[in-house]
């Protein structure tokens, strides 16, 4: 029971490196979406997507794009990797995103920008 | 101001003692509130759905005040196994499918 998977668990990048960061969900659940965590800040909304196509930005979507060709997979990438996007990753899913709806979550991708 | 605003704790409390973690928000429009757990380095976890009768689970009582805009938790008999970030979450409504975190309060409880 797989659930929500992210790739890879850690990473180091250089300035102005670009990568993307995997995430896979095998619940058919159409809602998913990127947070960031930074300390004191709480999660923070990148990118968001309510189906296979759609996809909108989140509070905080500057210097991140996101795609949605399927389903299950809903991919993060960074453009050209700054430092202040040192932080923890995590992508969710639910089965509707709407009021009421339990997110799951996978484990989280550290990324470290130098 | 931010839209959820949480205690910022740490909050430290022996076993056994009871302890209580407030939130607000600014939507007066909100949908949906949870409380949600998150160990250290790790994911969070869906704690419990707070209702607007207030509800329980075993240890674990949510409370919901809509006129005063918070929502808050109750641990009762706390456990070592309580120690978390626990993160106040709140379903705006409007039409879309933002969720709002809050920054969370650290618990720590000891032996």
């Known amino acids: 029971n797989a659930g929500v998977t992210q790739t890879p668990k850690f990473q180091v990048l250089k300035t102005g490196q670009s990568m993307t960061l995997q995430c896979a969900q095998d619940?058919?659940?159409?809602?998913m979406s990127w947070y960031r965590q930074d300390p004191g800040m709480g999660l923070r909304l990148i990118h968001y997507?309510?189906?296979?196509?759609?996809?909108d930005q989140g509070e905080v979507p500057n210097g991140y794009n996101v795609s949605r060709s399927t389903t299950e997979d809903f991919p993060l990438r960074l453009l050209s990797a700054a430092p202040s996007q040192t932080s923890v990753y995590f992508c969710?899913?639910?089965?509707?995103?709407?009021?009421?709806?339990?997110?799951?979550f996978g484990q989280g991708t550290r990324l470290t920008v130098v | 101001r931010k839209e959820v605003e949480q205690d910022p704790g740490p909050f430290n409390v022996p076993e056994g003692a009871t302890v209580a973690f407030n939130c607000t928000y600014s939507?007066?429009?909100?949908?949906?509130f949870f409380w949600y757990r998150q160990d250290c380095r790790k994911e969070p976890k869906l704690l419990m759905s707070?209702?607007?009768s207030g509800n329980e689970d075993g240890r674990f009582t949510a409370q919901l005040n809509r006129a005063s805009q918070y929502i808050s938790l109750l641990i009762r008999d706390s456990k070592l196994s309580d120690s978390a970030t626990y993160l106040c979450?709140?379903?705006?409504?409007?039409?879309?499918?933002?969720?709002?975190f809050g920054a969370g309060t650290r618990l720590f409880v000891k032996a």
């Open positions: 979450v709140v379903i705006p409504y409007t039409g879309g499918f933002k969720t709002i």
């Open positions: 997507s309510v189906g296979a196509g759609i996809t």
């Open positions: 939507n007066s429009a909100s949908q949906s």
């Open positions: 707070v209702y607007s």
């Open positions: 619940m058919n659940h159409e809602y």
């Open positions: 969710a899913s639910s089965s509707s995103g709407g009021p009421g709806t339990e997110a799951f």
